[in-house]
């Protein structure tokens, strides 16, 4: 408990996407998210990514939509976790600057 406070902050203090591998983040969303989206939207779920008008619109956004899933769905993600799935979204769908 000690620790979590300076850890927090260090973690914080790290530039998302620099943070995140995509190749990382590719088996957790497979694993936690894209169920839901494939139970939504049919397909492989990824139109949940490519529709129009998306709602996110910017890196930051992704990231903390991204934070905001993970909770909701319990997942226990720590947030270099969230940054790598953020990062793989990014890379494979996104692609913001
Ligand atoms: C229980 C169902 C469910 C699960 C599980 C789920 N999502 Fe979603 N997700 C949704 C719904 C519904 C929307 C659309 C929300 C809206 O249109 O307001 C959405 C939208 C999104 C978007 C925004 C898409 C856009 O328009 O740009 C992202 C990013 C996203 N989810 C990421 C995730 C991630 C990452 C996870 C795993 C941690 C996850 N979702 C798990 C239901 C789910």
Redesign the pocket.
């Known amino acids: 408990m000690r620790y979590a406070l300076p850890l927090l902050c260090i973690l914080m203090s790290l530039p998302a996407q620099a943070a995140g591998d995509p190749k990382l983040g590719k088996p957790l969303?497979a694993k936690?998210?894209v169920a839901?989206?494939v139970k939504?939207l049919g397909g492989d779920g990824s139109a949940?990514?490519t529709?129009k008008p998306?709602?996110?619109n910017d890196a930051r956004a992704?990231t903390q939509?991204?934070a905001a899933?993970?909770a909701q769905?319990n997942?226990g993600w720590f947030p270099e976790e969230e940054a790598h799935?953020a990062a793989w979204?990014n890379q494979t769908y996104y692609k913001f600057k």
Do not use: G
């Open positions: 969303h936690q998210c839901c989206h939504l949940m990514y529709r998306r709602l996110i992704l939509r991204v899933c993970s769905t997942a799935v979204l």
